[in-house]
């Protein structure tokens, strides 16, 4: 048998109160406390739970226990069985929340009434909350929904609260039926919605602030829509506002020319990234000459080992611009730590890259890999001359 007091339910305006504690249990560092009544809600309904104090103590988290009674999980030193105590809300946190749900009650009916479309699960985040619906609504049917929602808070309609028998709730016209057996608690939004629901709500729809609908996806056979109201709204409007001020400030246009000028700076930025790859193209064809220049001697051909200054794709752009000469073999390491390394042959030559990149992963600790003709790996964990005396020790023997 239940015993706590929920006075949530007819109360969830109270953001303090005084109780007896009834119970108490240690569970590590922590204490459950359970009280003959209580204004705190315990995770609930999609909803979360209530923050705040109890006997100055904090309250970390409120729960149903398995016999229907709210245990309150607090932290420094429990109240005593017996001991009369204050509870305080943090109301911040609590009016949220109840500007939240009303306002996903709300949300739920509009898209019902308008587009016969069934709220079918609902998630009350601590930044944001979404509900699930049963179909796919097109994004000039969701304007029209963020527009008669926000209608109906204008209209600052009233939030009642009833308890009805379950033979009493099958005559009435809920929005879904109810699962649970025994008395119900009904939350009414005047001339929009009935449902059950043991959440705490605002009294009038003013008192939601607005709603605002800001992404919406397909999800398994239907649509998730995450939603914003009250505070979360007007914080998010104020970070998108800022954002959007300053990005017109560094590009100089209109609010309204800001997507514009946006994609004309993206197809500016794509231009300069061709334009640079061509340039670096054509210095890496002239650095080539000049490491081709360099080449040694050896049984097999020409053999270009040099340390440069570039990063993996550049390696290999020279190598493969080296090689283009016959009997040429090109090795390459960057000067930067840990060292890349790209080995390369012509054409004509036999020289194995795949060997000797898998010589010097293996000596080195790198990661990498190839083929015969083209090979490579990066970190490897010695000095870019280390790995060049490696190189040319292998090529002699080989």
């Not at 979404?130 to 008669?148: F, S, Y």
């Not at 080539?288 to 570039?310: K, P, R, W």
């Not at 060997?355 to 890999?369: M, N």
Request: charged share 20%; proline share 4%.
């Amino acid at each position: 048998m239940t015993t706590t007091d929920r006075l949530y339910y007819s109360q969830p305006a109270t953001p303090a109160f005084d109780a007896t504690v009834v119970r108490t249990e240690p569970r590590g560092a922590q204490t459950a406390v359970w009280l003959d009544r209580t204004a705190f809600y315990p995770t609930s309904g999609g909803q979360p739970h209530d923050l705040g104090t109890l006997a100055g103590a904090p309250v970390i988290d409120v729960q149903d226990d398995d016999v229907g009674d709210v245990v309150h999980v607090v932290g420094g030193i429990a109240p005593q069985v017996g001991t009369v105590v204050h509870g305080l809300i943090d109301w911040t946190r609590r009016f949220d929340h109840m500007q939240q749900h009303t306002g996903q009650h709300l949300l739920s009916a509009v898209i019902e009434q308008l587009f016969s479309t069934r709220t079918v699960s609902v998630h009350l985040g601590s930044e944001s909350s979404t509900i699930d619906l049963d179909r796919e609504l097109t994004p000039e049917q969701l304007t029209r929904v963020e527009h008669e929602a926000n209608a109906v808070i204008w209209r600052d309609s009233p939030v009642s609260v009833r308890f009805v028998t379950e033979d009493e709730a099958k005559r009435l016209p809920l929005r879904k039926e109810s699962a649970r057996a025994g008395t119900l608690r009904l939350i009414e939004i005047e001339h929009v919605d009935l449902s059950a629901c043991g959440g705490t709500h605002v009294d009038r729809t003013g008192a939601i602030g607005q709603l605002a609908l800001i992404r919406w996806e397909r999800f398994k056979s239907g649509q998730r829509l995450e939603f914003l109201c009250g505070r979360r709204a007007l914080e998010t409007f104020q970070q998108l506002r800022d954002v959007t001020a300053a990005s017109i400030r560094q590009v100089s246009v209109l609010p309204g020319e800001l997507p514009g000028a946006i994609e004309r700076l993206q197809q500016d930025l794509q231009e300069q990234k061709r334009a640079n790859a061509a340039l670096q193209s054509t210095l890496a064809g002239f650095e080539a000459v000049a490491l081709a220049n360099s080449a040694e001697s050896f049984d097999a051909g020409h053999l270009v080992l040099q340390a440069v200054d570039a990063d993996a794709v550049k390696l290999k752009a020279l190598a493969s611009a080296i090689v283009e000469r016959p009997g040429h073999v090109a090795v390459l390491v960057s000067r930067s730590t840990p060292v890349l390394a790209v080995a390369a042959r012509a054409a004509d030559a036999t020289t194995s890259c795949q060997a000797i990149i898998a010589s010097l992963a293996k000596q080195f600790g790198g990661r990498g890999g190839g083929k015969p003709d083209l090979a490579q790996c990066g970190a490897l964990q010695a000095s870019p001359d280390e790995i060049i005396a490696a190189v040319r020790i292998l090529i002699s023997q080989s």
